[in-house]
């Protein structure tokens, strides 16, 4: 996704919740309840499948998990915009870290925590 793809998502949220004045409904705990909410109906697709099960349902269900995960980045977006967060730099700047944190010679392969590695 590009930058001006995120700005343009971005400016459709704010459009939507202006046009609704939801604005006052947005703070920063609610935010964050909704994005925890969202992500965990996300996870209510794959609670008690095995891995072959998972693969099954979403040749079935793949719109509904789509959905959910349109939920989610929409909450990201949202609280993003709202503190001021330029979410690629962001992005950009973690991956960096991640990198450092997880160094392909150490972590190919391999599950454990950076500090573990």
Same mark, same amino acid.
């Given at each position: 996704?590009?930058?001006?793809?995120?700005?343009n998502?971005t400016?459709?949220?704010?459009?939507?919740?202006?046009?609704?004045d939801w604005? $006052?409904f947005? =703070?920063? #705990?609610?935010?964050?309840?909704? %994005?925890?909410?969202?992500?965990?109906? !996300?996870l &209510?697709h794959? $609670?008690?499948? =095995?891995? #072959?099960e998972?693969?099954?349902y %979403?040749?079935?269900?793949?719109?509904? !998990?789509? &959905?959910?995960?349109?939920?989610?980045?929409?909450?990201?977006?949202?609280m993003?915009?709202?503190?001021?967060?330029?979410?690629?730099?962001?992005?950009?700047?973690?991956?960096?870290?991640?990198?450092?944190?997880?160094?392909?010679e150490?972590a190919?392969?391999?599950?454990?925590?950076?500090?573990?590695?």
């Amino acid at each position: 996704m590009t930058d001006a793809s995120i700005k343009n998502l971005t400016k459709q949220i704010a459009d939507f919740c202006n046009e609704r004045d939801w604005n $006052q409904f947005h =703070n920063a #705990k609610d935010m964050a309840l909704s %994005l925890t909410l969202e992500a965990a109906e !996300v996870l &209510e697709h794959f $609670q008690w499948k =095995n891995e #072959k099960e998972i693969q099954a349902y %979403l040749r079935t269900n793949i719109t509904d !998990v789509s &959905e959910e995960l349109a939920d989610v980045l929409y909450w990201v977006l949202r609280m993003a915009d709202r503190f001021g967060i330029d979410i690629i730099d962001a992005f950009n700047k973690k991956m960096q870290k991640n990198a450092k944190n997880y160094p392909v010679e150490a972590a190919k392969g391999n599950h454990k925590k950076y500090k573990d590695l």
